[in-house]
């Protein structure tokens, strides 16, 4: 009841989702989209030694860390989410002792990096050489593109609902 005894009719705010949830949502957001996939084509290495924190889960702790707290994103409260994911077992590749804050900046550091250089691709349908055959679906996402297809993903189960943009 409002204070002028008429109900209430505002929508109630919906319950913050629990982290497991959160990972469950942003994991699923990124393998729909394929950047998590498209990521770690782009950017494997076959020399020197391999990354303990792979891309996907570095994309994950991002994202997860972008929707709990829709604020800026600075990389220590990033290292404090990432711990929060390790210790709940929800991270496929993290090492035992956790992420730390350098694996955390050298990440972000090299995807933006890569993607402002134009290395990185949406999957390819063939084995990744260096020229694509002609038909390859692929093509290089730009920093617009990857938010894009972030936001496409993540609004499809409600457009998907609602039949909007349909034809």
């Known amino acids: 009841m409002t204070k002028r005894g008429k109900p ?9 989702y629990s982290l ?15 950047l998590a996939r498209a990521v770690e084509e782009s950017l494997r290495k076959d020399t020197g030694r391999p990354r303990e924190l792979q891309w ?5 702790i991002l994202a997860v860390h972008a929707a709990r707290t829709r604020v800026e994103m600075h990389l220590v409260q990033v290292e404090e989410t990432a711990d929060e994911l390790v210790e709940l077992q929800l991270l496929s590749s993290a090492p035992e002792r956790g992420v730390t804050y350098n694996e955390i900046t050298d990440g972000v550091d090299k995807l933006s990096k890569a993607i402002q250089a134009g290395k990185v691709s949406t999957p390819h349908n063939h084995p990744r050489d260096d020229r694509c055959p002609k038909g390859c679906p692929s093509e290089v996402i730009t920093e617009p593109m990857f938010a894009s297809m972030l936001l496409t993903e993540s609004l499809r189960p ?10």
């Open 158 to 167: 409600a457009v998907d609902e609602t039949g909007c943009f349909r034809a």
């Open 56 to 60: 996907s889960d570095l994309l994950l």
């Open 8 to 16: 209430d009719v505002r929508p109630k705010r919906p319950r913050p």
């Open 20 to 34: 497991p949830q959160l990972a469950s949502i942003m994991r699923l957001i990124l393998t729909r989209c394929e």
